[in-house]
């Protein structure tokens, strides 16, 4: 079990990164981590003339740069007044430098699109990148946050052991439900195969060992099964999430090339209209106390 309690936001000014950098404000004492609010500057890639300009106050890029993180950090305040937060500027570009800040980090929190223009394009493209490569769990945070709604948690096959973790860690945290979504896929054709029947039996046995377990990471909370028959599982996993406080889904990446992730995943991402966790091959970090006998 890892040990890092700390939430790292990145922030790059744009509203994206305010919501992601508010959200993670809000979560962070829940998890009992501190933030690490994070700007990563692009304008030493392109110059070296980072300074003031002569005779004039509060000028220059690297004083810009500065300023924006500032913004960053007075946004998590106005959230939470209390938060254990820091902050740092980092020279470069935000995927090398946030992957690495992962690798001590219980999460990273970060806007669904980055600021616009040329710029806004390399940006935007940082969720979906460390998503696929982040050595912790991803948050992507974009409008209708639903703070008040279930942990949503799609299981495979497998039962998608760390993403039913992930979803438990924050239900605790959250004082809120877990919906556990299972989807059964059906044939395009529409027709019901004779294996169906054995198919539904092994689903709801998948199911239920998978709230189980959900029950003895999540004590405090109401546990719920959702077993969908569906020609495609992106589908019924979003119109699941409708409402949800964060859906949380797994990666394939141990299967498929470093930088991609499933199918699935990458569909939930894009098109979830709240917060959507994306677990990683280490787990959050359960809160000191949670669990039986806590």
């Known amino acids: 079990m890892q040990e890092a309690k700390r939430?790292?936001?990145?922030?790059?000014?744009?509203?994206?990164?305010?919501?992601?950098v508010r959200w993670a404000a809000q979560h962070a004492p829940l998890l009992d981590a501190e933030l690490l609010v994070v700007h990563c500057?692009?304008?030493?890639?392109?110059?070296?003339?980072?300074?003031?300009?002569?005779?004039?106050?509060?000028?220059?890029?690297?004083?810009?740069a500065q300023a924006v993180l500032d913004q960053g950090a007075a946004e998590a305040l106005t959230v939470e007044p209390t938060l254990r937060i820091r902050t740092v500027l980092l020279d470069g570009l935000p995927t090398a430098q946030l992957r690495?800040?992962?690798?001590?980090?219980?999460?990273l929190v970060l806007g669904s699109r980055g600021t616009g223009g040329f710029l806004g394009l390399l940006v935007g493209s940082v969720s979906l990148e460390l998503a696929a490569t982040a050595n912790c769990p991803v948050a992507v945070v974009r409008l209708d946050p639903a703070p008040e709604g279930p942990i949503v948690v799609g299981i495979d096959s497998t039962g998608s052991p760390v993403a039913l973790h992930d979803a438990c860690v924050l239900a605790e945290a959250m004082r809120t439900d877990v919906v556990i979504v299972h989807v059964l896929r059906l044939p395009f054709s529409g027709g019901r195969d004779a294996a169906a029947p054995r198919a539904r039996r092994e689903a709801r046995a998948l199911l239920g060992a998978a709230a189980a377990s959900a029950r003895t990471l999540s004590p405090g909370g109401s546990i719920h099964e959702e077993l969908i028959e569906e020609t495609s599982v992106p589908r019924a996993l979003l119109n699941s999430s409708r409402g949800a406080g964060i859906t949380?889904?797994?990666?394939?990446?141990?299967?498929?090339?470093?930088?991609?992730?499933?199918?699935?995943?990458?569909?939930?991402?894009?098109?979830?209209?709240?917060?959507?966790l994306i677990s990683r091959e280490r787990p959050i970090a359960k809160i000191q106390g949670m669990g039986p006998g806590a």
């Open 7 to 20: 939430l790292v936001a990145g922030y790059d000014g744009s509203a994206g990164s305010s919501l992601a």
């Open 248 to 276: 949380v889904v797994g990666t394939k990446s141990q299967r498929l090339a470093r930088g991609t992730i499933g199918s699935t995943a990458h569909a939930v991402l894009h098109h979830a209209t709240g917060p959507v």
């Open 100 to 107: 690495r800040l992962s690798n001590e980090a219980a999460m």
């Open 41 to 64: 500057s692009l304008w030493p890639l392109f110059t070296q003339d980072l300074g003031p300009v002569q005779g004039i106050s509060d000028s220059g890029l690297r004083h810009h």
